[in-house]
């Protein structure tokens, strides 16, 4: 059912299947020529002489349909050593990329079974996606790698490890399974806002004095005041956390707290606090680089770079746990396993 | 349908003075004669604040005061339909929101209601965590916030994080049905008048069972009545399970307290052992 509840802006997507490695060129530069060196980097530089448009009460006006669907990897590969890859190199990654996400779709494996990524036009390279040289969204520290998790962090990383075996199996209970599959919260929602692999769309939308932020995957809608009112009482936590934002000239800044911790956002607590910074760079780009601090976690925060780029609307309701029928037949299925081999055992005896 | 739609046109066109007249016309037919008085008409001579472009100003955050979820339908008081919650999960009595005081169901349709109602533990989909479609979204109880521009206007329900986008430019038909439908909207002088189809038949108006079809089609009305209140109109048309359109209004109330946010209430992980409980890893015996 998945498939049915995807954005609807690429209905065409299907067309596309057979234009594979066409299609990643295609979709990558968006309005841009073909493997214009120019596409990127997307933020400083290119921004300095762009004013953003305003909104009617005179706020920088992010609105619209958004997309950070990217090849780029949070941390940057083993082997690469420089932050910019060149055009052709980058292509070469990104095509190595889809190239992995159409072996999920082997027909007759697992992966198949559930999600075929690029007939239901899932997979990135059918969609439209940031094109960026970077060679890892962390800018910082400066060798795009996430910093060491500190002493705090590995013992939690043990109690949690500790906790899920205690807890059983994958498919023991419903509560076992990753939130994602519990129609809970997905990668993408954020704070910060993740690639979440397909339908990584948000719509923004701006009235006097807030900022909402619509995630497609599970219609996850962040609501961020901007009158400068005082932090949440510490008690009230969200899996989204709590989130405050101001304008720095025409940089919408959002710091998030009060995670529930739940989320483990790479291993990080409850202590997390991002701070994230909206800059529209032309019309068809938004800068967008969060800061992770959890000092519980990590000794230094790390920051990340990922446009986002304008694509068409609208999104359409993502009703996920409506109809979750796989979480019921996982487990249903895994209880009929269990039977089948209790019987089995009986039957030898 | 299209009638009431060309009188609700001639009344917000009318000179403020006829308003008053029209109105009681109106209230001596017997039907209207039942209509709870919250639903008498905003005042003609208010005039909401306006937002930077010109259009009244709806934003804030907005919530019911009845027991519309309970029953859209006049009801008494009646006990827990969950036994463990005691008074505290008791239904509280209501004059009821539907104009005229009863829903024109067709006959076969009023049965099913009556069928939902009494195996409402089981079938309400509010229970479940699921979204919980129009209108009701509107006055399950909890509150929601209006975010409000010049292309779209957001709807944001505290309850599931249920999310509409009403269209007020870029406006097209309902590509596929679903929970909340496909909304368009446009200004009738102080009113912005939401149309939703599209929807499916899955989600109910209220605890009582009453429900609808995947042909409902839904126009909301929202008219300022003062700085706080709104005065929030619903015609429900749906020739499957209904004899005729119909109506029910409310008043919205909104939020004054200068720390108000819509929180989180991601319900999922409430109700997933009543819904998967049974499928738990049993210890082997």
Same mark, same amino acid.
């Given at each position: 059912m998945r498939h049915r509840t995807r954005s609807f802006m690429r209905g065409g997507a299907v067309a596309l299947v057979l234009a594979l490695a066409a299609t990643i060129s295609i979709a990558g530069q968006s309005a841009a020529p073909p493997a214009a060196p120019k596409a990127a980097p997307a933020s400083a530089a290119a921004g300095k002489a762009y004013k953003a448009p305003r909104t009617p009460d005179g706020q920088p006006d992010l609105q619209g349909f958004w997309t950070n /669907?990217?090849? &780029?990897?949070?941390e940057r590969p083993n082997g690469v050593t420089k932050e910019f890859y060149t055009p052709d190199e980058a292509e070469a990654a990104i095509k190595v990329a889809a190239e992995r996400e159409a072996e999920q779709t082997e027909p007759g494996t697992t992966a198949d079974v559930h999600y075929d990524f690029s007939q239901f036009g899932?997979? @990135? /390279?059918q969609s439209k996606f940031a094109m960026n040289l970077r060679t890892s969204l962390i800018v910082d520290p400066t060798d795009g790698k996430m910093p060491p998790v500190n002493a705090q962090g590995q013992k939690r990383a043990q109690e949690r490890a500790a906790a899920r075996k205690t807890a059983g199996g994958q498919y023991d209970a419903v509560e076992n399974m990753p939130i994602g599959s519990r129609c809970i919260i997905m990668g993408g929602a954020g704070p910060p806002l993740m690639n979440a692999g397909y339908n990584a769309n948000y719509q923004i939308v701006q009235s006097p004095g807030y900022v909402m932020i619509l995630t497609e995957m599970i219609h996850d809608v962040r609501i961020i005041p901007l009158d400068n009112r005082p932090q949440p009482? /510490?008690? &009230? @936590?969200?899996w989204v956390g709590l989130s405050r934002g101001r304008w720095e000239g025409d940089t919408l800044v959002v710091e998030t707290t009060? #995670? +529930? $911790?739940? +989320? $483990? #956002?790479? $291993?990080? /607590?409850? +202590?997390m606090k991002v701070t994230e910074r909206f800059t529209r760079t032309a019309d068809n780009t938004v800068s967008y680089k969060f800061t992770v601090e959890d000092p519980t976690t990590w000794d230094r925060s790390w920051t990340a770079e990922a446009p986002l780029v304008k694509t068409e609307g609208p999104i359409f309701e993502f009703a996920c746990h409506e109809t979750n029928y796989g979480i019921a037949n996982i487990l249903a299925g895994a209880r009929a396993d269990e039977k089948k081999a209790a019987e089995q055992k009986k039957g030898s005896n | 349908m299209r009638n009431r739609l060309l009188i609700g046109t001639t009344l917000a066109l009318m000179a403020g003075w006829l308003l008053p007249v029209l109105t009681n016309v109106a209230a001596q037919t017997p039907a209207a004669a039942q209509t709870p008085a919250a639903q008498a008409p905003a005042s003609p001579a208010y005039r909401a604040p306006r937002t930077p *472009?010109?259009?009244p100003n709806l934003n804030g955050i907005w919530q019911t005061m009845n027991t519309a979820n309970w029953n859209i339908e006049a009801h008494p008081a009646g006990p827990s339909p969950a036994r463990e919650l005691g008074a505290a999960g008791a239904v509280p009595a209501g004059l009821g929101v539907v104009d005229g005081g009863e829903i024109p169901y067709l006959p076969a349709a009023r049965k099913k209601q009556q069928e939902n109602y009494t195996n409402r533990l089981k079938l309400d989909p509010e229970i479940k965590c699921y979204l919980p479609g129009v209108p009701r979204a509107t006055y399950q109880g909890m509150p929601f916030q209006i975010i409000q521009s010049t292309k779209h206007i957001m709807l944001i329900h505290e309850f599931a994080g249920a999310v509409r986008t009403i269209y007020m430019t870029d406006q097209t038909e309902a590509p596929a049905d679903s929970w909340m439908g496909w909304s368009n909207g446009r200004w009738e002088g102080e009113t912005l008048v939401v149309d939703t189809k599209g929807f499916? *038949?899955?989600?109910?108006? *209220?605890?009582?069972?009453?429900f609808h079809s995947d042909a409902l089609h839904v126009v909301e009305r929202f008219t300022p009545r003062s700085a706080e209140t709104i005065t929030y109109d619903v015609t429900i048309e749906d020739p499957k399970v209904f004899s005729r359109p119909w109506k029910m209004s409310m008043p919205l109330y909104k939020h004054v307290e200068r720390n108000a946010q819509i929180l989180e209430f991601r319900c999922v992980e409430f109700v997933e052992d009543l819904l998967y409980g049974h499928l738990r890893k049993q210890p082997a015996k």
């Open positions: /669907s990217t090849y &780029v990897p949070l899932l997979d @990135r /390279s009482p /510490s008690q &009230v @936590r969200q009060n #995670f +529930n $911790g739940k +989320n $483990g #956002f790479r $291993g990080a /607590s409850e +202590n | *472009d010109g259009k499916n *038949d899955l989600s109910w108006l *209220d605890r009582a069972g009453n």
